[in-house]
Every structure is written in structure tokens, then in C-alpha cells.
């Protein structure tokens, strides 16, 4: 069973920054796709940033292309999430996410959300003035 725990939320102010940490279990990590998704209230979870198991295939939301950075340590089956500029807009729940299918693109992980494994907590992100 694939196990994800997020970590690193916080509240902060507009234009500061926030790195996002998560640990996966259950899987051979350097074989899937990783990502993060975030959901406000009353909105459906969106993929926001996303990366293939090789770390060449990157895909960024439009809502955080040129803010945030993805990147992942295979060695310690590790996902982050660098946030640059934040926005309030930014506010939301922050969840990482594994594919459930081996060799998989950032890109599908991102933009088909049955693709996931599984869900972890989430991390809190609050951008505010």
C-alpha cells in the first residue's frame, strides 16, 4: 500500500517563500511520477506541479509556472516543493501524490487525478497579509 506524508505548510505573507517536503512509501519510488496537487474549499483538487520518475519531464500549472520548483531525491524517496512569490491566492491544502502507474509523465500525473495512488493528509498553506 503506497504511503505519502506531507510536510512543510505554514502561514506566511504575500511574496515570501515556503518549501514543501513529502516521504513516500510502498513503492520502488524511482519508477513513478510524483507531484503535488492543492485543493481549496469548495474546489476540485487541482495538479500543480508534477514530475516524471527521470526528472526530465516537468509539468507546472499555469496558476504557478515561474513560482514554484518541483524536484525529487530518489534516494531518499523524497518530493519537494520550492514556493516562491506566494500569493494568497496560493492559500489552500497541499497534497503530494504518487502515480499508481509505473513510467508514468509528470504531465498525466498532473492532469488525471484517478491516476493517483494515494491520498496522504495534506499540509496547510496560508498566504496572508
Known amino acids: 500500500q503506497v504511503q505519502v506524508e506531507e510536510s512543510g505548510g505554514g502561514s506566511v505573507q504575500p511574496g515570501e517563500s515556503l518549501r514543501l517536503s513529502c516521504t513516500v512509501r510502498?513503492?520502488?519510488?524511482?519508477?513513478?511520477?510524483v507531484g503535488w496537487y492543492r485543493q481549496t474549499p469548495g474546489q476540485e483538487r487541482e495538479g500543480i506541479a508534477c514530475?516524471?520518475?527521470?526528472?526530465?519531464?516537468?509539468y507546472y500549472a499555469d496558476s504557478v509556472k515561474g513560482r514554484f520548483i518541483i524536484s525529487r531525491d530518489n534516494s531518499k524517496n523524497a518530493l519537494y516543493l520550492q514556493m516562491n512569490a506566494l500569493k494568497p491566492e496560493d492559500t489552500a491544502m497541499y497534497y503530494c501524490?504518487?502515480?499508481?502507474?509505473?513510467?508514468?509523465?509528470?504531465?498525466?500525473?498532473?492532469?488525471?487525478?484517478?491516476?493517483?495512488?494515494?491520498w496522504g493528509q495534506g499540509t496547510q498553506v496560508t498566504v496572508s497579509s
Open positions: 510502498g513503492l520502488i519510488f524511482d519508477g513513478y511520477a
Open positions: 514530475i516524471s520518475r527521470s526528472e526530465q519531464g516537468t
Open positions: 501524490a504518487a502515480d499508481s502507474r509505473v513510467m508514468g509523465s509528470g504531465w498525466s500525473l498532473c492532469n488525471f487525478k484517478e491516476r493517483v495512488a494515494s
